[in-house]
């Protein structure tokens, strides 16, 4: 059976460590990629990152510090993880055949 999953749902104490700028749903498309590639999984691996850094905020910046806050560090790093873990499960499925 495949999972129509394309969002991720951040646990509540993301929004006490960080304070995104949107809602508490990480969204990465991935429809369009071929999992089954190296090519395919390497672009995912970059949205990823992309989307999770832009979810927690690393990048802003702050008034008087280019510094990531602990908060948003902590953030990024769960966050990843998370998807990273998502999507495994994900491109295993696919390998399968399911």
């Known amino acids: 059976m495949k999972r129509p999953l394309v969002a991720l749902a951040a ?5 006490a460590l960080a304070t ?3 809602a508490d749903t990480l969204s990465i498309p ?4 071929d999992l089954s590639t190296a090519e395919g999984q390497k672009a995912l691996d970059r949205r990823i990152d992309v989307a999770v850094r832009e979810f927690c905020a690393l ?3 702050r008034t008087g510090t280019r510094i990531a806050s602990n ?12 998807a990273t ?4 499960a994900i ?3 696919q390998r399968v055949g399911g």
Request: charged fraction near 30%; hydrophobic fraction near 30%.
């Open 11 to 15: 646990l509540a104490t993301f929004g």
């Open 20 to 22: 995104p700028a949107h």
């Open 30 to 33: 991935y429809r369009d990629l």
């Open 59 to 61: 990048d802003q910046q």
């Open 71 to 82: 908060a948003s560090r902590r953030c990024y790093a769960e966050t990843k993880r998370q």
């Open 85 to 88: 873990r998502h999507f495994a």
């Open 91 to 93: 491109i295993d499925e």
